[in-house]
């Protein structure tokens, strides 16, 4: 059963500090590297890591979330995200098809 995620985010270790888990720096590679080091550093010591990683692959969510990107939870085995663009959406299935071989 999922506690609704105003009841778990309470707890977050992220609270006050989500621009870290969003960002806009898709353009700039090795700032977003830092940026996305940082955030999971912080799921990582959070007592609602399991919850809120739950709720991101069960949402489809945007950014890090329970220390997972768009990325690794579609490849844990989340929906494809819907706001995924069709060459991002092509390049993740075939990632999930050569794991499942």
Known sequence: ???PVNVWSEHAACKG????????DNYQPQIKKIRVRKAKSICFVCPVLKECRDYARNNAEFGIWGGEDEEERYLAGSPMPPY???SVARRLRNIRKKETV
Do not use: K, Q, R, V
Request: aromatic residues 22%; hydrophobic residues 55%.
């Open 17 to 24: 500090s989500l621009h870290i888990f969003y960002g806009e």
């Open 84 to 86: 995924a663009t069709a």
């Open 1 to 3: 059963m999922f506690l």
